[in-house]
């Protein structure tokens, strides 16, 4: 043996080499992308004979559909085609978990914005054009336009819920001190980049490829075959990557590519759909808008005693995935806090409007804020510090750490993590800075707010907690992974291909990730909840392992040694006889019949709940993080400008810190948007107003503030997750909420100590404004 392999023997090469995981490896696009090459659905070469279609939009909310006059639109130049229910081959009604919302609108319409038809063309503006020339005949009928009128009439598109614990009526009566209040929070536009396509090819034999901008191909691939009346393997469904979707893509990528399918089958030709600005925005679903009312009790020092607490969430016309939106938003009602005494009532309205769908947190945002509210009223009603209230309700010893839901909270590190961002922000500091400030200025009023997330890591509908991958080690030694997870933009395949380089021991650069395919993985849950990595990382670690556990027996077996002794690490093969490079390994494999590809399952542990009671333990682990927020606002105009973000975030071991705090970043300030500026309005007649850039608006550069600290928890996940991490999607978004308290307090130190300030979210200007004004103070 030379000296170079007996120092590789000795341990140089395991010094030597950097594990990919806990590196920040630059995003596996990230090149292509800033060169314009990543291709998108827009971007695949066309088939020749690709026909374009645009939806036919219902303009009123609620009617009865009398007749439809595509004459006009079929004398346009280029139309080919209309496809309306009639066309469709199999079920009228997409495979929705409630099978409520038809394809097209059958009889009647549910809201404006509603898709009748399709128009077919050979270019997409044709279609577009002449899609808005055809008229339609509606009768209107009475239109449910708010969540108050969708309760007085018990339009509801699901059951209401109810979780209780204890008796919180009777601990109401006896409590020290008592609030009331009421609370509206808007819903939010998704804002994809990427805007809804689907590119539907027909295949022989009943066969389809579908290309689909989709955070759940799976499911793509149920609905078209539905609708399609196939079975689900003529359909096969790809996507290698999305210009964003945030829960906009999990469930309603479906409906355009349906669309695009049954405008195929009837033209026998290709059919691409993408949906301009407007009608993405008219036709899709939004974060579910929620107004609460509340009834609290508490202590001396703030500590709650007692909660009745209602949650009415505006659904829209169908159920979508509203039911198990609002089932975490009640799950997470709680946030950070004990409950003890507690009666939660979820209502699931039915309006009509666009279909509410999912959105980053997935109800857990509205579920959080709250909660937030009511501990941020109670400070003011005791003239306490909120930070010091917050502390004192958190989950604790024995006896304070089960949640309403039954479940065991085991992994709590809010009572380390929140004082340690007290410290590094400054908090106590800054506090009296901006008491100070307040006293000497009467227009311009600073606040500041520290708010913790606890965040729980799994579906909520169990079954979706398990994920399949598929590992291939070709003959040069190069790697392929494919697994059943999506790629948004938020590094999901970046952070595969770490897991699974380091499974087999090769750098990074030799692994790659393929598009999320029907055909390689079946039966992939969506991309959602969090569990992208957690799911699929795992997966694909399993693949691997099973491939490098191969080639353990066969090295092991040539050197007679045990394969407990093999070493896999910086593209070497090591035993302590002798070190091989992994190509000649795997060549050599290869042609001993090694298998040198293999398949990984996964499935999450330990969760387990009672859909009808929504009692028992529906998440693995927990997510925890803080932000401290200051802000400033302008009583006269109403104006407000976030001026400083401290953000202490749990992500466990990261995986790759770099992705990680991107991802906390934009989950900040997309939730920024949500609770600032991005502020949906519906007119009298349930038509959406805020339909474009130009009137929805998104945070800028010029609202990111210029003090923007982000620091990652030290602590790995105390569950076996891959890497010891933990999920990164989703948590950070409710940072923001420290954003919401923080105006809350800015306003409230233009009134009375105790006040309550009465906020409804988005914060604009204007509602900055009313929320000053119900202080009733005199302001010049």
């Not at 359909?235 to 964003?244: A, D, K, N, S």
């Not at 947190?361 to 509205?366: C, L, N």
């Not at 993590?417 to 800054?430: A, C, D, F, M, V």
Request: one cysteine or more; aromatic letters at 8%.
């Amino acid at each position: 043996m030379n000296t170079r392999d007996k120092n590789l023997l000795n341990g140089g090469a395991l010094q030597k080499h950097r594990p990919a995981v806990g590196t920040s490896h630059a995003h596996e696009s990230a090149r292509a992308q800033v060169a314009g090459a990543a291709a998108y659905i827009d971007d695949i070469a066309e088939i020749k004979g690709t026909l374009y279609a645009a939806p036919i939009l219902s303009r009123v909310a609620h009617g009865r559909l009398n007749a439809v006059d595509a004459s006009a639109a079929l004398a346009m130049p280029g139309v080919r085609d209309v496809v309306f229910p009639d066309d469709i081959p199999g079920d009228r009604i997409l495979a929705a978990f409630a099978h409520d919302e038809p394809v097209f609108a059958i009889d009647t319409v549910q809201f404006a914005g509603q898709v009748v038809g399709l128009v077919i063309a050979e270019t997409v503006m044709q279609a577009r054009r002449a899609a808005r020339a055809v008229k339609l005949d509606i009768t209107p009928l009475p239109a449910v336009l708010s969540v108050k009128q969708a309760i007085a009439a018990e339009s509801y598109v699901l059951p209401p819920v109810r979780v209780r614990r204890g008796d919180a009526q009777a601990a109401l009566g006896r409590a020290r001190h008592r609030l009331q209040g009421t609370l509206e929070v808007g819903g939010q536009e998704h804002f994809y980049l990427e805007g809804q396509i689907a590119y539907a090819l027909p295949l022989e034999q009943k066969q389809w490829w579908i290309y689909s901008s989709t955070q759940h191909p799976g499911e793509v691939q149920h609905w078209v075959a539905h609708a399609l009346g196939l079975e689900n393997n003529a359909v096969r469904v790809e996507c290698r990557r999305m210009g964003g979707g945030f829960g906009g893509k999990e469930t309603q990528a479906g409906h355009l590519a349906v669309w695009a399918a049954i405008a195929a089958h009837k033209t026998g030709k290709p059919v691409k759909l993408r949906l301009d600005r407007d009608d993405d925005f008219l036709i899709t679903g939004k974060r579910h808008p929620f107004e609460y009312e509340y009834d609290v009790g508490f202590d001396d020092t703030g500590r709650i005693t007692g909660l009745k607490l209602q949650l009415a969430a505006n659904c829209g016309f169908s159920a979508d995935l509203s039911g198990p939106v609002a089932d975490r938003a009640v799950f997470h009602s709680d946030n950070a806090y004990f409950l003890e005494d507690v009666d939660i009532t979820s209502l699931r309205c039915r309006l009509n409007t666009q279909s509410h769908t999912a959105y980053r947190g997935f109800g857990g945002p509205q579920g959080v804020i709250v909660i937030e509210a009511i501990l941020g009223d109670i400070a003011r009603a005791l003239n306490q510090d909120a930070f010091d209230v917050r502390m004192r309700n958190l989950y604790g010893i024995e006896d304070r750490n089960v949640t309403h839901y039954q479940m065991k909270v085991e992994d709590n590190i809010l009572h380390a993590l929140l004082p340690q961002l007290e410290q590094t922000s400054g908090y106590r500091s800054r506090r009296q800075a901006v008491s100070e400030w307040n006293a000497d200025n009467a227009v311009l009023k600073r606040g500041l707010a520290i708010t913790p997330v606890k965040f729980g890591i799994s579906f909520t509908a169990t079954l979706f907690n398990q994920a399949g991958a598929l590992v291939h080690v070709y003959t040069d030694g190069s790697v392929q992974v494919n697994h059943g997870g999506t790629e948004m933009g938020q590094g999901l395949h970046t952070k595969v291909a770490q897991i699974v380089a380091d499974e087999l021991g090769v750098p990074f650069e030799r692994v790659i990730v393929t598009a999320s395919d029907t055909g390689k993985v079946p039966n992939a849950s969506a991309t959602a909840a969090s569990s992208g990595t957690d799911l699929n990382g795992r997966a694909a670690q399993f693949a691997a392992r099973n491939i490098r556990d191969n080639l353990a027996a066969y090295v092991s077996g040539l050197d007679a040694v045990g394969a407990g002794a093999v070493q896999f690490t910086g593209g070497k093969i090591i035993t302590p006889k002798q070190v091989r490079d992994w190509d000649d390994v795997v060549r050599e494999a290869y042609a001993n019949r090694i298998q040198l590809w293999s398949d990984g399952f996964y499935r999450t542990p330990k969760i387990h709940y009672d859909k009808t009671t929504l009692t028992g333990r529906p998440f693995y682990y927990f997510a925890y993080g803080a932000a401290c927020t200051e802000v400033a606002i302008d009583t006269l105009t109403g104006e407000s400008r976030v001026l400083a973000v401290d953000i202490l975030h749990d992500v466990g071991r990261s995986i790759n810190p770099a992705i990680d705090v991107g991802q906390i970043e934009g989950g900040f300030v997309q939730g920024m948007g949500w609770l600032t500026t991005e502020q949906l309005v519906w007119d009298e007649g349930g038509m959406l107003l805020t339909h474009a850039p130009s009137t929805y608006k998104i945070p800028a550069t010029g609202d990111i503030p210029r003090h923007l600290n982000i620091a990652l928890w030290h602590e790995a996940n105390r569950e076996d997750n891959v890497g010891g991490s933990k999920a990164v999607g989703e948590p950070p978004f409710m940072l923001a909420i420290s954003v919401y308290e923080a105006l809350r307090d800015a306003i409230a130190s233009a009134g009375k100590a105790d006040e309550s300030v009465v906020l409804n979210a988005p914060a604009t200007a204007e509602n900055v404004l009313r929320a000053l004004g119900k202080l009733g103070t005199n302001r010049s």
